[in-house]
């Protein structure tokens, strides 16, 4: 099957000021059809600028860049790809309804106009002109201009940002509607949450570089194993640490009075060393949220992620 | 040319009556006060009166803050994201040019049609050629300033491109010999403002290339060369200043 997505050794600069901005630092990327991904990572990491290139907004300072196998403008104009942008992009004295024609209207032919109004529930705020819609809104209106062209490849960048957790709620199940539809979907965030809920993998972008890609459950696995907390007795905890701090499975180690806490690779060896010989109680093992992996992964050196 | 995106901008333009006030009733209102009503609109220049050459500059300053106020807010919209979201669709740049200069000559022609229309019924007088030849010549000169407000938008980027350039309009025309006739040094100066050439050659058809004397009420004969050097030269810099402006947003994002 062709590949929607294919980025090799890409790389972005920007020569702003004095010292020049490597926002993307060697990416190489394939998504396949019918795959969500989420490109995971704080400000800064590199998220937009790579969706800009995808999108042909910007120009690459090095690598290759397919996408449908040919140039990205080309995959633009050709409708197989679209997008829903972070910020602005709308006219505000249009109505919801003129903003749908006009966008359609640069396609030769699109999808039936009122079933996309009805899949991103704008049906009833066709006259209500752009500025008078809410950022939920506005942010569905966005959606429903990128499904015009009924695009094989969606690309979202932070699609939820300045939403209240009801449209959240709504505008992903809305998405998994459209994945469901078997379109491929790309989107960016930083809501740990969403790529945890919603991608099948998780692509994880730092300093403009992927430190962690793969099927999202198993990048949280193996950036930072679970957490081993354990009651000691006082008298005894300073020893019990030291005896597991040398562990080469253990990632982290700190005790608070009668309380240990272990990030670790290996939780049943440390579990069963707790409860066994050093004499441990009220044993609790608890996986990390990608949140902790995230941090993890984004504030450490990529060489740690690998040695885990 | 993408005629549902040409609709939609007039369907736009129409919904904003102040800036529509200011394009055509302002002009329509500044003939009639400084044209139609005094005394001196009688007298003769060549074959028409000074009614009409009042009547051709207040047209042709309508025509400018139309085009100019299209030209800043196609600035300001695409900076503030509806260029990104235009370039998720196959409209190219060159389409969507299109549109605006489409949108741009239809604008112009509100003020050129109000105002020779009520010129018409208030005593301004020339030959009928005078009156199409004027009105062609501001309805496509009006077209360069569409750069002019490009580049205010551009420059300010934000809806205080589209006062600021319609302002320095107002200014421009009056020193360039449009609201009010100079002479002397005045003239002079004069004839290095941007909106000098381009009302000078749509009164020509009237005045056959004199302007009128502040002094005498004679006309200054003035050569062919000036207002067309004036407005070559004011194209080509609004144009390169268009160019610089764009490349420099681009370089910021």
Redesign the interface.
Known sequence: METCIRLRGLTKHYDSGSTPTRAVDGIDLDVGPGEIVALLGPNGAGKTTTLDVV????EATSGVVEVFGGPPREA????RV??V?Q?????R??TVG?TV????????ATDPIPKILDRTGLTGLVDRQVQSCSGGEQQRL?FA??LL?DPDLLLLDEPTAGMDVEARRSFWAAMEDEADRGRTIVFATHYLQEAEDFARRTVLLAGGRIVADGPTDEVRRRASGRTVRARIGTDRIDRVADALRHLPSVVHLTTETDRLVVETSDSDDIARRLLGELGGSELEIEAASLETAFVNLTTRTPSVVGAS | M????YR?EL??LR??YVTMFFTAGLPAFLYVIFGASPDYGDEPVRDGNVAMWIMIAMAGYGAVTATSGIGSMAAV?RM???G????????SDV?YVRVKAATAITIAAIPIVLVYTIGAFTGAEAPRSVWIVSAAVLLVGATTFALYGLSFGLAFRSEAAGSAASGSLVVLSFLGNIFVPVSGWQLTLAKFTPLYGYVSLARRALTGGGTIDTDTGDLIEVPLWQPLANVVAWTAILAVAAVVLVARGRAR?
């Open positions: 999108l042909g907004f910007t633009v104009a050709a409708g679209s997008a942008l910020t602005g992009g709308l006219l004295d249009l003129e024609e006009l966008v359609a209207s640069t396609y030769p966005r201009l990128a062209a | 993408n005629l549902t995106y939609l369907r736009r919904r904003d919209e503030q994201g509806w990104r979201q235009l370039g998720l669709t196959p409209l389409g994002q």
